[in-house]
């Protein structure tokens, strides 16, 4: 089989011709999503809420955790990389004019509302 004839068969694939790599990041954010859930869930076992042993806690997990300094980092990092996403990905809505669509637009800025209080309350 040639290496021509797979790169033809990949390439008569059914896509819309507007597809970029700006919407490749839906799928990540569903990855910093997952990034974050998973590391968030990971650091929580460990971390107590208590006013009295939360800075203890924290030292905790960063030095007797295995790998407890790489969840953290991770989990800073990931939340960076979640709002860098979704920043783009509303300015490729911007960009294609997904914003005339008025309800999913509406939807949309009633998620990233959410997204924000939930980062701000939450840290």
Same mark, same amino acid.
């Given at each position: 089989?040639?290496?021509?004839?797979?790169?033809?068969?990949?390439?008569?694939?059914?896509?819309?011709?507007?597809?970029?790599?700006?919407?490749?990041?839906?799928? #990540?954010?569903?990855?910093?999503?997952?990034?974050?859930?998973?590391?968030?869930?990971?650091?929580?076992?460990?971390?107590?809420?208590?006013?009295?042993?939360?800075?203890?806690?924290?030292?905790?997990?960063?030095?007797?955790?295995?790998?407890?300094?790489?969840?953290?980092?991770?989990?800073?990092?990931?939340?960076? #990389?979640?709002?860098?996403?979704?920043?783009?990905?509303?300015?490729?809505?911007?960009?294609?004019?997904?914003?005339?669509?008025?309800?999913?637009?509406?939807?949309?800025?009633?998620?990233?509302?959410?997204? #924000?209080?939930?980062?701000?309350?939450?840290?």
């Amino acid at each position: 089989m040639p290496h021509h004839y797979i790169l033809t068969l990949f390439g008569l694939l059914p896509v819309a011709t507007n597809i970029s790599t700006w919407w490749n990041f839906g799928s #990540m954010l569903l990855t910093c999503l997952g990034l974050q859930v998973m590391t968030g869930f990971f650091l929580a076992v460990h971390y107590t809420a208590n006013i009295n042993l939360a800075f203890s806690s924290i030292i905790h997990i960063t030095r007797d955790v295995p790998y407890g300094w790489m969840m953290q980092n991770l989990h800073a990092i990931g939340a960076s #990389m979640f709002f860098i996403c979704i920043y783009i990905h509303i300015a490729r809505g911007l960009y294609y004019g997904s914003y005339l669509n008025k309800e999913t637009w509406m939807s949309g800025i009633t998620l990233l509302i959410t997204l #924000m209080a939930t980062a701000f309350f939450g840290y």
